[in-house]
């Protein structure tokens, strides 16, 4: 089980503690079940990330094993963090998927103008 994996279930579950607390304190006052409310979607959220953190983790996983074992596999969508971190402008070089990018990656950041 991967540490995305691992962290989302764990968010999940404190998720659903959170909604129990949230109705539990409702019983008292309605308006108290808002804070409880309140922070089970923002683990829910959390929860969310973190499982396409691990899809995206497993992607890339069966990706590189495709690349070493010699076929082409096609590049994943974005290719990389660092894209779609800065909008396409920059890729890494060891980790991206597209090979084209990998090849051209130093050469770009030697030269931030020719990349525009
Ligand atoms: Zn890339």
């Keep these: ?3 995305h994996r691992r962290t989302a279930r764990l968010l999940a579950a404190a998720a659903l503690a959170s909604t129990a607390a949230g109705i539990h304190l409702a019983t008292f ?3 108290l079940c808002v804070p409880g409310l ?3 979607a923002f683990l829910a959220w ?9 899809r995206r983790a497993l ?3 069966k990706w590189e094993q495709a690349y070493v074992l010699g076929q082409a596999p096609a590049p994943l969508n ?7 971190h800065s909008g396409g402008a920059a890729h890494d070089r060891r980790k ?3 090979l084209f990018h990998r090849l051209t ?8 103008r020719s990349s525009q």
Aim: negative net charge; aromatic residues 8%.
């Design 59 to 61: 992607a890339e996983a």
């Design 1 to 3: 089980m991967s540490a």
């Design 96 to 98: 991206c998927t597209d």
């Design 29 to 31: 006052n309605l308006w």
């Design 46 to 54: 959390c929860s969310n990330r973190s499982y396409a953190a691990h």
């Design 38 to 40: 309140y922070v089970a």
């Design 78 to 84: 974005p290719c990389c963090a660092l894209a779609d």
């Design 105 to 112: 990656a130093d050469l770009a950041a030697e030269h931030p």
